[in-house]
T-cell receptor, first 112, second 113 residues
Framework: DQQVKQNSPSLSVQEGRISILNCDYTNSMFDYFLWYKKYPAEGPTFLISISSIKDKNEDGRFTVFLNKSAKHLSLHIVPSQPGDSAVYFCAARAGGGNKLTFGTGTQLKVEL | SQTIHQWPATLVQPVGSPLSLECTVEGTSNPNLYWYRQAAGRGLQLLFYSVGIGQISSEVPQNLSASRPQDRQFILSSKKLLLSDSGFYLC????????????FGPGTRLTVL
């Protein structure tokens, strides 16, 4: 039962353009969402997060949008840079829980 | 600042051999600790987590076990490795309380032959 889904395994974007990574979830108990970035053979690094009481959170080039009614969140990266090429995971936490549930990841490739 | 260490970085083991992967965290007290596995082409699967010394929660039945002998030490073990145990093992920590973000170590690449 995949409670957090990233339906696009890969995405290719030109440098300078916007990258939009999508994530859907099924568990209505999720109240906090996170995005992680992972390079090969390294651990994931935390990027940005959003609480369910908000619909948008912005940090520099990264913005996360949350649509609770659709159970959908997205990560926008603008402008995209070659160094953004990595696998991006979304994750969700159910209220008060100790665990995160991760999606399967989307491989982003930013081309020159 | 907090840092998390994992070793070894890579490991090649024969089927049936034992396993011990270690994770330590510096710069924080009483963290929540986590073991994940990323199999080839797949997402992050939570294996175990611990909220305190000697407290281990197992997420999936498997050939592995975890222990937390000290506050900032988390160990992943197996008595007999299977081919299916191959993967990238990640340790993570989270501050206790209401913090949500988990921070990951550099990972261990395990190949079982």
């Amino acid at each position: 039962d995949q409670q957090v889904k990233q339906n696009s395994p890969s995405l290719s974007v030109q440098e300078g353009r916007i990258s939009i990574l999508n994530c859907d979830y099924t568990n209505s108990m999720f109240d906090y969402f996170l995005w992680y970035k992972k390079y090969p053979a390294e651990g994931p690094t935390f990027l940005i997060s959003i609480s369910s009481i908000k619909d948008k959170n912005e940090d520099g080039r990264f913005t996360v949008f949350l649509n609770k009614s659709a159970k959908h969140l997205s990560l926008h990266i603008v402008p995209s840079q070659p160094g953004d090429s990595a696998v991006y995971f979304c994750a969700a936490r159910a209220g008060g829980g100790n665990k995160l549930t991760f999606g399967t990841g989307t491989q982003l490739k930013v081309e020159l | 600042s907090q840092t998390i260490h994992q070793w070894p970085a890579t490991l090649v083991q024969p089927v049936g051999s034992p396993l011990s992967l270690e994770c330590t965290v510096e710069g924080t007290s009483n963290p929540n600790l986590y073991w994940y596995r990323q199999a080839a082409g797949r997402g992050l699967q939570l294996l175990f987590y611990s909220v305190g010394i000697g407290q281990i929660s197992s997420e999936v039945p498997q050939n592995l076990s975890a222990s937390r002998p000290q506050d900032r030490q988390f160990i992943l073990s197996s008595k007999k490795l299977l081919l299916s145990d191959s993967g990238f093992y990640l340790c993570a920590w989270r501050a206790g309380g209401s913090y949500n973000e988990q921070f990951f170590g550099p990972g261990t690449r395990l190949t079982v032959l």
